[in-house]
């Protein structure tokens, strides 16, 4: 079965510890991103990356890094320079399309999330 | 990409159907309607999107006004697992990958 796998569902590290969150799809899908969600709230962005080897900073980038060496492979990891680390990340995952040749291409599937926590 | 604006929460009873409205007054004549949903503590799903025309898959019916500035998600019959959180998103297409930007939704409760 093709989709967007995520692990662990739930993490836990000390504080001042760098945690790396893994996201892996199988879609063969170009574009890929990461998002933040703390209670109550939307989706935030983090980063994305559209092809291999390539990446974009969104919203709140800061006291995040990620690598895309591979197309299937998009790994989140969070430094101590994030404040606030505690929160449930979810990776996605896109097939970039002309517009014209239908907005399906452009529908993101959805990893399950990871839940960290930071103590 | 435009604004949306959604009412926070909604109720509905089983079997009835739940009409989400969604306001999107700066919509530009390029930029699609979609609508995702959110079951606690899982990742979004897509729900159905739309430009002018009023859509239906086999999830929901998406009814866009004819200036476009609001629209209507609507689940004909509404179940108790479709208690979630919808949101509708705003946004132009790409010939390169783009990110969604989610507000806060609207919490749909689907009550017995």
């Known amino acids: 079965d093709g989709g967007i796998t995520q692990s662990p569902k739930y993490l836990f590290r000390k504080e001042g510890q760098n945690v790396t969150l893994s996201c892996e799809q199988n879609?063969?899908?170009?574009?890929m991103y990461w998002y933040r969600q703390d209670p109550g709230q939307g989706l935030r962005l983090i980063y994305y990356s559209q092809i291999v080897n390539d990446f974009q900073k969104g919203d709140i980038a800061e006291g995040y890094s990620v690598s895309r060496e591979k197309k299937e492979s998009f790994p989140l990891t969070v430094t101590s320079a994030q404040k606030n680390p505690t929160a449930f990340y979810l990776c996605?995952?896109?097939?970039?399309?002309?517009?014209?040749?239908?907005?399906?291409?452009?529908?993101?599937?959805f990893g399950p999330g990871t839940r960290l926590t930071v103590l | 990409d435009a604004k949306t604006t959604q009412p926070p929460s909604m109720d509905c009873a089983e079997g009835r159907a739940a009409n989400l409205p969604c306001n999107h007054s700066t919509i530009s004549g390029n930029e699609y309607v979609y609508w995702y949903r959110q079951i606690h503590s899982q990742g979004p799903q897509y729900i159905i999107h739309?430009?002018?025309n009023n859509e239906t898959n086999e999830m929901a019916s998406l009814i866009i006004t004819e200036d476009r500035k609001s629209s209507t998600l609507i689940l004909p019959h509404a179940t108790l697992r479709d208690t979630a959180v919808y949101y509708c998103i705003v946004r132009v297409l790409s010939n390169s990958g783009y990110a969604l930007n989610f507000g806060k939704g609207t919490s749909l409760l689907v009550t017995p």
């Open positions: 879609l063969n899908h170009d574009a």
């Open positions: 739309g430009l002018k």
């Open positions: 996605a995952s896109s097939v970039p399309g002309l517009a014209g040749f239908g907005a399906q291409y452009n529908e993101q599937f």
